[in-house]
């Protein structure tokens, strides 16, 4: 019985939580609520992801973005031509929402690719309830997959996200293969053949960040940059040294990130960056942020430079200017395993 009411509070917990949804530019969405944050490409072209959340906020996922990709297909451009002359002359019959009318778009396209910035389960955990849409289903009045259309999407991420992924003990793989990434990439960076919605997608692998198979997605056109777990507003980095994450590969990947952003003035507007977890950020906040990951750094390394023991350099409290910020004393990410992993990662043997 008292499982039952547990298994119950899990369910209510889960009903309860909502994705929301911010318009980013261009083409981009961000939806949080899923885990990690998700990317939204929606367009005409249907809909491409950058991580796929939980599994168990699959459903709202799928939801959400249909919801989006059906209002964008059907919504009217803006008419942004005044005379005679113009195709949708306001001077005679048609008008951009008679237009709408008239030409009856197709159904828009579902899910075609899930990229994947890591293997962490908050990024991945929707794989393959997001990609695997079955034939003919009817999902708000739309059947899916429209012809032409392939029934699932294509899974990407860098090669060390799957290696990782199937990696055997005992005969069993580390998570089950239907999670697993259908294409992978090797290398420093991998492009979508063709457009998508419209603009060119760049994926960039920053090796030994976060993990050892961090990938961070740039929309060409739409200026926006997705950048997985190497920046997040609401923790410091998170350095996985278990899985070949490194401070100084997270610090480069930030960096990484300010080489391909602009800023529109002084560092804010621009390009726009959509980080693994927390707000949606600028120029300005991803310097700041990469700031703060080199100032910590200078400190550990120069502590373990003088001598300094792991507790010794926790006691001296690197961090404590940023903690109001990103500190945490208790669950998945502390500030404690934090300092840990700089001063294993700085240290010369580990
Ligand atoms: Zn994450």
């Not at 917990?13 to 969405?29: E, K, M, R």
């Not at 992801?49 to 059906?70: R, Y």
Request: aromatic share 8%; glycine share 10%.
């Amino acid at each position: 019985m008292k499982r039952l009411i547990f298994l119950f509070l899990i369910a209510a917990a889960a009903f309860g939580q909502d994705i929301h949804v911010l318009p980013v530019q261009g083409n981009i969405y961000m939806l949080v609520g899923a885990g990690g944050n998700i990317a939204a490409s929606i367009g005409r072209d249907g809909i491409l992801l950058v991580d796929a959340g939980t599994s168990q906020m699959s459903p709202k996922v799928l939801s959400t973005v249909l919801q989006l990709v059906t209002a964008v297909a059907a919504s009217p451009g803006p008419n942004r031509c005044v005379g005679l002359h113009c195709p949708d002359s306001p001077y005679r019959w048609s008008s951009p929402s008679l237009n709408a009318l008239i030409a009856s778009p197709g159904p828009p396209k579902p899910i075609r690719y899930i990229i994947n910035t890591s293997m962490d389960p908050d990024h991945t955990g929707g794989n393959e309830a997001l990609s695997a849409l079955p034939a003919d289903s009817k999902i708000l009045g739309v059947t899916f997959p429209p012809v032409g259309v392939a029934p699932t999407a294509t899974v990407i991420a860098h090669e060390n996200v799957l290696g990782r992924m199937s990696a055997e003990t005992k005969g069993k793989p580390a998570v089950a293969s239907g999670l697993w990434p259908t294409d992978t990439y090797r290398g420093s960076s991998y492009k979508l053949s063709e457009f998508f919605n419209g603009e060119g997608v760049q994926l960039f692998h920053d090796p030994a960040a976060h993990t050892d198979g961090d990938s961070m997605v740039y929309f060409r056109y739409s200026d926006v940059i997705a950048a997985g777990d190497i920046l997040s507003t609401t923790s410091y980095p998170v350095i996985d040294l278990a899985k070949g994450g490194t401070i100084q590969g997270a610090l480069d990947g930030l960096n990484h990130i300010l080489d391909i952003a602009i800023p529109e003035f002084r560092s804010q507007g621009g390009t726009l960056v959509i980080p693994g977890h927390g707000r949606l950020c600028d120029t300005g906040d991803v310097a700041n942020y990469r700031n703060m990951v080199a100032i910590i750094k200078d400190r550990v390394a120069d502590s373990i430079k003088k001598g300094m023991t792991l507790q010794q350099v926790k006691a001296s409290k690197p961090t404590l200017e940023y903690d109001g910020l990103y500190g945490a004393t208790t669950g998945a990410w502390t500030t404690d395993m934090f300092v840990e992993a700089v001063y294993k990662s700085l240290s010369p043997k580990r």
